[in-house]
């Protein structure tokens, strides 16, 4: 844990180098199977793309191993454009989406996974709901451990519209969930504009009784023991994190980080840290604007070198 304690909203907890420094990340551990193992599950036919930078970035962060769930005719594809990954193929409809069926397919990743990520590549939200609904009910029907029995369910994109119709279906997954919205997206989880992003996210976790990283901040559910309450605020970062890519691989880096044994609310400052810093990184060297998403996980491992030594 952090030495500053959590704040509320309206007095958010500063997330520099020095309260990373004070709240280390999990030894890397001997092998990939002690740091984790990751699903991603997105990737349509028109956006394999976002799969690939989630995973990648999942990678970069530490995660040993990685499987991208992405539509069956992009999924050799993907195996030859991330070579580190496995790449698994479910079924989609005529217009190449992620149809949520099949997903016996990925049983034996899910049953193995440390952290599942959903949404990155995802582009139909009725069917990001149908999918996030099918793995609640393969889940209900198969554990029986309660809430902390499964993996950690990092949601981004369109598979957070779908978590908006589900809400009070969310059975299982209440304590072991990440968001990470834009703004918009937020707005969605609310049911309404977002007019205070401090107090608005600090809403979302707590309705979801989720971690949600949105625009630098964090917050917590303010009750439960699965997670540490409260609001960070992050204090670094680039306008150019405006491009395009940039939300997968935060929703990767922050899945990696969980897969190797952090809490929810370590992943996600962690992860938000080292997401903008690489942009403040990338600024110096490149300027400020232009800058490709997937050039900021190659910044990650570095940073996490500097401020987990």
């Known amino acids: 844990m952090p030495v500053s304690t959590p704040s509320e909203p309206g007095n958010p907890t500063l997330v520099t180098p020095s309260l990373l420094r004070d709240w280390p990340l999990p030894a890397p551990g001997e092998d990939k199977y002690s740091r984790g193992a990751v699903l991603v599950i997105g990737g349509a036919r028109a956006t394999p793309g976002a799969a690939l930078l989630a995973g990648t970035s999942a990678l970069r962060a530490g995660a040993g191993k990685i499987t991208l769930a992405v539509a069956g005719s992009v999924a050799p594809q993907v195996a030859v454009a991330l070579p580190e990954c496995g790449s698994v193929g479910l ?6 989406s992620v149809t949520g069926e099949g997903l016996d397919r990925v049983a034996a990743y899910l049953e193995k996974a ?8 995802l582009d139909d939200r009725d069917l990001a709901e149908h999918l996030l609904d099918a793995l609640l009910a393969r889940e209900e029907t198969e554990c029986d451990d309660g809430p902390q029995g499964g993996p950690a369910v990092v949601l981004d994109a369109y598979a957070l519209g779908g978590l908006a119709r589900i809400e009070d279906r969310l059975g299982l997954w209440r304590g072991r969930l990440l968001l990470t919205p834009n703004p918009t997206e937020a707005g969605i989880l609310l049911g309404r504009d977002v007019e205070d992003l401090e107090r608005d996210v600090a809403a979302i976790a707590q309705r979801f009784g989720a971690v949600v990283s949105c625009q630098g901040f964090i917050a917590g559910p303010s009750s439960g023991s699965s997670q540490e309450p409260g609001l960070w605020k992050i204090t670094t970062g680039y306008g150019g994190l405006g491009t395009s890519g940039s939300g997968d691989v935060l929703a990767g880096t922050i ?4 897969a190797r044994g952090t809490s929810g609310v370590q992943a996600a400052c962690w992860g938000t840290h080292l997401h903008a810093a690489a942009a403040d990184r990338l600024a110096s060297k490149l300027g400020p604007l232009g800058f490709l998403a997937r ?3 190659d910044e ?3 940073l996490m070198l500097e401020l987990n030594t």
């Open 91 to 96: 079924p989609e409809n005529a217009n190449g």
């Open 114 to 121: 440390d952290a599942v990520l959903i949404g990155p590549g």
């Open 255 to 258: 899945a990696g980080l969980r």
């Open 295 to 297: 050039e900021l996980a």
């Open 300 to 302: 990650l491992p570095a």
